[in-house]
């Protein structure tokens, strides 16, 4: 079965500082794609960065980026240069290739400060 | 290019009462995708369309909720009756590839739902 794991319920970075949420993840499937969504208070699910398990470089989406390690089973997401306008829940998530369920971790929440 | 269309955006509705949603998916999208939010926790898959057939409903509480996709495009999610613990927040989604396509389908989310039931 797979799992989604976010061990950091809040965090808070300064503004105009780097931040990394963190994400680990399990699965049997050797071919699996990882996602992480912003959830501002409006409530919509906002996607910013997808990894593919097969995939040798690391994702970036302008200040997004991925930080995998295959061999740790950790996708972590660095938010580079926070904004205000970053302060919300992220989700990570993942679905194996074998068309399992789209699974998320339970969330972090990031609050930047001025 | 138009993203997910939900309505409406608020419900209140007291324990026993019927409620329904609405999701309109991105043009051209095959799959869409009903989760179930509860504060404080991440999405839950309820039920996952493929054009108009059924994918996934191994979690939709089928006593109570139910769900179709008659013309492969907008969808509709009933609840009925309702009880204290349906609130939530009920997001739709879709995606481009279908379920064969494997792990790398997107999935674009609509605003949501938000369900109070008294």
């Known amino acids: 079965a797979q799992k989604i794991t976010q061990t950091q319920p809040g965090m808070f970075v300064q503004e105009k500082e780097a931040v990394t949420l963190d994400c680990t993840y399990d699965t049997s499937d050797p071919s699996y794609g990882l996602f992480w969504y912003k959830q501002p208070s409006s409530g919509e699910m906002i996607f910013l960065i997808y990894q593919g398990s097969y995939d040798q470089q690391n994702a970036t989406e302008g200040r997004y980026s991925l930080n995998f390690q295959k061999a740790r089973k950790s996708a972590n997401l660095v938010i580079s240069a926070s904004q205000l306008g970053d302060s919300a829940m992220y989700f990570c998530a993942m679905r194996a290739a074998r068309g399992q369920n789209f699974v998320f971790g339970p969330g972090t929440r990031l609050s930047v400060l001025p | 290019e138009a993203g997910v269309a939900q309505s409406p955006r608020y419900k209140i509705i007291e324990k026993r009462q019927s409620v329904a949603f609405w999701c309109n998916p991105i043009?051209?999208?095959?799959?869409l995708y009903w989760y179930q939010q509860i504060l404080g926790q991440g999405p839950k898959l309820l039920i996952q369309?493929?054009?108009?057939?059924?994918?996934?409903d191994s979690q939709l509480p089928k006593d109570r909720f139910s769900a179709e996709r008659l013309k492969g495009v907008d969808s509709t999610l009933k609840i009925q009756p309702a009880k204290l613990e349906d609130s939530a927040v009920y997001l739709c989604?879709?995606?481009?590839?279908?379920?064969?396509?494997?792990?790398?389908?997107?999935?674009?989310f609509g605003p949501g739902t938000r369900l109070t039931v008294l």
């Open positions: 043009s051209g999208h095959a799959t």
């Open positions: 369309f493929q054009n108009n057939g059924v994918v996934d």
């Open positions: 989604a879709s995606s481009l590839v279908s379920i064969a396509g494997g792990s790398t389908d997107t999935q674009y």
